[in-house]
């Protein structure tokens, strides 16, 4: 039996299934995806299919959430502070240009910042009547922002494209908020990210969330033996566990540990090799 670990959770599952073990200690890179040469065919079809992706509405599958929280995570635990970013829009606007705007904005940030990393996510205004359904992202990002120059830049940037405010002198303060989030405090980033991400449930005719290359490299996961969980039980830190009675299924169990004082350093393997990762 080995089991896989990432902050917070503990999955015990069976080998027999697969008949070997994980070839790697550390998973959940994008530096482990196997790369492969595109052919004349591939070509062709990924057109076709990205023609099919805009027409579809797309959301936030359950994988993608999960994949989202580990990764906004272990950006956390790199960094010794973070921003969180709300962009909204002076008016209505529709996802692709909503989503082509955002990628303007990101790329003038890493233009004009060092080690510029983030993670967006695409979330439905509810509670603005005049704009009801407006896409907004919300950003994570290790950047410092100077307020009154980004706030103006985002509202430059979205008149030169022609969304407009319905009042000429209107410039809402709350079209770039930003709040920074003390990245020690990992309950609070879990806060976050339940908040505007694990809800997060709408669909969109655009993409739905992103990261930057550095974020998605990240290491999210490592695997150990039961030895590794054993500790936790004596430290009284596993808030609930859940056993499978499927035989068929190779996970075994399911712990969900409480991250305090105690328990953080026992996730150090994890912290060291994303932040070797990083400087490289």
Request: hydrophobic share 30%; proline share 2%.
């Amino acid at each position: 039996m080995i089991v896989k670990n990432t902050y917070g959770t503990s999955v015990a599952f069976t080998t027999k299934p697969y008949g070997k073990k994980p070839k790697h200690e550390f998973t959940g890179s994008a530096l482990q995806r196997k790369k492969q040469e595109p052919t004349k065919n591939t070509k062709a079809k990924k057109k076709e299919s990205s023609k099919d992706k805009e027409k579809k509405e797309r959301s936030l599958s359950k994988r993608s959430k999960q994949k989202i929280r580990k990764k906004i995570t272990c950006f956390a635990r790199c960094y010794k502070r973070l921003s969180f970013v709300t962009l909204t829009f002076l008016n209505k606007v529709s996802d692709e240009e909503a989503v082509n705007l955002l990628r303007k904005f990101v790329d003038n940030a890493k233009k004009r910042s060092e080690d510029f990393q983030y993670v967006w996510v695409a979330e439905r205004q509810t509670k603005n009547d005049a704009f009801k359904g407006n896409v907004h992202f919300h950003m994570i990002t290790n950047k410092y922002w100077k307020i009154d120059k980004w706030w103006n830049y985002w509202i430059k940037l979205q008149q030169k494209n022609g969304i407009s405010p319905r009042d000429k002198n209107f410039k809402p303060s709350s079209a770039f908020d930003v709040k920074q989030l003390n990245s020690n405090n990992i309950r609070s980033i879990a806060s976050y990210v339940t908040k505007y991400v694990t809800k997060n449930n709408a669909k969109f005719k655009c993409q739905v969330w992103n990261c930057s290359r550095r974020v998605s490299e990240l290491y999210t996961d490592f695997y150990t033996t039961v030895e590794f969980t054993d500790q936790f039980k004596r430290m009284n830190a596993v808030l609930s566990e859940i056993t499978n009675t499927d035989k068929k299924s190779p996970v075994i169990n399911v712990k969900m540990i409480d991250l305090n004082r105690q328990t953080i350093p026992m996730y150090k393997r994890l912290d060291k090799k994303n932040k070797s990762a990083l400087k490289k």
